[in-house]
């Protein structure tokens, strides 16, 4: 799919590769079970350690491998927060990344009233944001650099929303110019998934597709794994600048890569 064309639920790929009845029971067993133990821990949850075990646990439920990069998602060393951006695929990359090194989550309101999954993300300490809202996008803004400036790294998906390519929308520029204000480093990433070595959109997430239906998805595939490449942390003041320079780390890494 290219840059630019709103990508469907048409765009997913519909695996040939799949577990059987069975071991799809035994994968919601565990996801119910992991999930579980997540809301149980209450406000323990967004422990750093905590968070990452659990998103692990889902991962793992799943069946779903990831490939980690060698590089952290934070800046070492940095006083404020690192903004982390990361092209959006599916609802798997927050899990995948939290999985990595967790981190506060920056995600559209409607995150929030998902049933179970909403609970959760409020627990783990996610911030929510209305993309929509004109209007409220200054207090958004800085509310964001209050929280860099913190010293909390925050991450964000700047193309808003889902696509079934690493390429995919535009960056907006709004949470670049939290960073810019705080001061903060910029650290782009990209997310791939790959079904027995082959590139897969199998775990996408598009269109007015239900959650249910992406997760039985994703439940029934065999081979499933995620790719972390963290990229070279940018710096600089200008809001403009650093999201073309983040979105060209990211896409320039998919023409590069082996697919």
Request: hydrophobic share 45%; glycine share 8%.
């Amino acid at each position: 799919m290219s840059a630019g064309v709103l990508c469907t639920p048409a765009c997913v790929t519909r695996s040939a590769s799949r577990v059987p009845p069975a071991e799809v029971v035994r994968r919601y067993a565990a996801l119910s079970y992991a999930i579980g133990r997540g809301v149980a821990q209450g406000e323990r949850l967004a422990e750093p350690g905590t968070l990452q075990a659990r998103a692990r646990a889902i991962l793992d439920a799943l069946g779903v491998g990831i490939e980690e990069a060698p590089r952290r998602l934070t800046v070492r060393g940095s006083r404020p927060g690192t903004l982390i951006v990361a092209n959006h695929i599916s609802w798997l990359d927050v899990v995948s990344l939290l999985a990595v090194e967790p981190v506060t989550v920056l995600a559209k309101r409607e995150v929030g009233q998902w049933p179970v999954i909403g609970a959760l993300a409020r627990r783990a300490g996610t911030q929510f944001i209305d993309r929509d809202g004109l209007r409220q996008l200054p207090r958004s803004v800085a509310d964001l650099t209050a929280t860099l400036r913190a010293g909390r790294s925050v991450l964000v998906f700047p193309q808003a929303t889902t696509w079934c390519s690493v390429p995919g929308g535009r960056f907006r520029r709004a949470t670049f110019q939290a960073a810019a204000d705080a001061g903060a480093p910029v650290r782009p990433v990209t997310i791939r998934y790959y079904q027995h070595g082959a590139r897969s959109t199998t775990a996408a997430f598009l269109g007015d597709e239900t959650f249910g239906a992406s997760l039985h998805r994703v439940a029934r595939a065999r081979g499933l794994t995620v790719r972390v490449t963290v990229h070279t942390a940018l710096h600089g003041c200008d809001r403009r600048q650093l999201a073309a320079e983040a979105q060209r780390a990211v896409a320039a890494h998919e023409t590069s890569a082996h697919i």
